[in-house]
């Protein structure tokens, strides 16, 4: 299965290819909308994993456009901002499926590979112990502070904590699964 990674992280990006890659599944990424559309003309892919957030613009808006370019493209949203209403979205725009980060390569693999139409007893079943609480707080102050450029202060503004509170959690290591 060859795929396409739409994500504007290019380290996550580039690992996801790397994996994808050793799993047998040739995969190339796209940082920007306007890549992913261009390589979608150039190549024959069998599925896209889209990131939710691209910078500034929202990966919804391009499931569409993709669509158009391949009718049969199987679009994956996949986001560490996940909810119930970009999920129903994303659905509705025409995405085969929606996982949320932190996904595995396997994890990834195994959504693409679930069959719309099959039954409901041949879901794919949830991980037996889901990311806790307190890893997915650790991902998302990471997740912000690259946002802001790991400036502290405007980190602990967007999160709506102390700066201090917000030191204090980030000297402590990340939360293992």
């Known amino acids: 299965m060859k795929l396409l ?7 996550f990006a580039r ?8 799993l047998g599944h040739p995969a190339c990424a796209a940082d920007t909308p306007e890549a992913a559309l261009a390589l979608a003309r150039d190549r024959r892919f069998d599925a896209a994993i889209v990131d939710l957030r691209l910078g500034e613009r929202s990966g919804l808006a391009l499931i569409e456009p993709l669509l158009g370019v391949d009718a049969g493209l199987r679009i994956l949203m ?13 659905i509705k725009r ?18 693409l590979a679930h069959d ?19 890893r ?7 997740h912000v502070l ?6 502290i202060s405007a980190t602990a503004r967007a999160l709506g904590m102390h700066r201090r509170t917000l030191q204090r959690k980030l ?3 990340p939360v293992q699964e």
Do not use: C
């Open 171 to 173: 000297a402590k290591k």
């Open 5 to 11: 990674i739409v994500d504007d992280d290019a380290i």
């Open 78 to 90: 996949l986001t560490g901002y996940a909810s119930i209403a970009t999920a129903i979205e994303a």
């Open 146 to 151: 690259a946002e802001h450029d790991g400036n």
């Open 116 to 134: 719309a139409t099959a039954d409901e007893g041949s879901m794919v079943e949830p991980p037996a112990t889901p990311t806790s609480l307190r």
């Open 94 to 111: 025409g995405a085969f499926n929606y996982l949320p980060k932190p996904a595995t390569a396997r994890q990834i693999l195994a959504a």
């Open 136 to 142: 997915l707080e650790w991902e998302h102050i990471q």
């Open 15 to 22: 690992t996801l290819v790397r994996a994808l890659d050793r």
